[in-house]
């Protein structure tokens, strides 16, 4: 029953990827084996959730092109999100950053989340800015319970510009400890 639940996901994402590709040979009236491969794939980035809503952006610390960084920042891999996650340790006096570049492709207001995972010795502040909006994160401590190896925490609620020059930026300044640079999550807050 274990091996069951975690491979739903992949069955749902199965499941979705069958229906797309059912509609477009029903729709050009052609085998399934015929359509436009391209094509489907297009269709669940633009629509993921097959209600043509504006879908959320998962700007993750290994996407080099939508993410930068400046200072002694090592790849930690356990409890991260993803394959990989920047760790930045105190011990290290020279401030650091990484920043993070989503692109919004519907402009509005959107919940901006950054990912946390169980760190020893992490910082009990983490400074993050916003589109030049600082915010610091305080006692992000996460709290392991079950398969939960990190959370997300919400940074606030901001008014995003379509395009690449949004940007969210986790900082070493202010740290007592090691900072995490994970991944950051944009969720429209509009319909």
Request: hydrophobic share 40%.
């Amino acid at each position: 029953a274990y091996g069951s639940i975690r491979m739903e996901p992949v069955f749902i994402v199965l499941s979705q990827s069958a229906a797309v590709a059912a509609v477009e040979a029903v729709n050009g009236k052609m085998p399934v084996q015929d359509i436009n491969i391209k094509k489907v794939q297009e269709e669940l980035l633009r629509n993921p959730l097959a209600d043509n809503s504006t879908p959320e952006i998962l700007v993750d610390n290994n996407d080099a092109t939508h993410v930068t960084k400046k200072g002694n920042w090592s790849i930690g891999t356990k409890g991260c999100y993803g394959p990989s996650m920047f760790v930045h340790d105190n011990g290290d006096l020279n401030e650091g950053w990484v920043k993070f570049k989503p692109a919004i492709v519907k402009a509005g207001e959107y919940k901006v989340y950054s990912y946390f995972p169980k760190l020893d010795h992490a910082t009990e502040k983490t400074v993050v800015t916003v589109n030049g909006k600082e915010t610091i994160i305080r006692d992000a401590t996460v709290r392991v319970e079950g398969q939960t190896s990190g959370e997300w925490v919400l940074l606030g609620k901001y008014n995003l510009k379509k395009g690449t020059e949004n940007e969210v930026m986790i900082s070493t300044r202010l740290s007592d400890g090691r900072v995490v640079a994970d991944a950051i999550l944009f969720v429209p807050a509009f319909k």
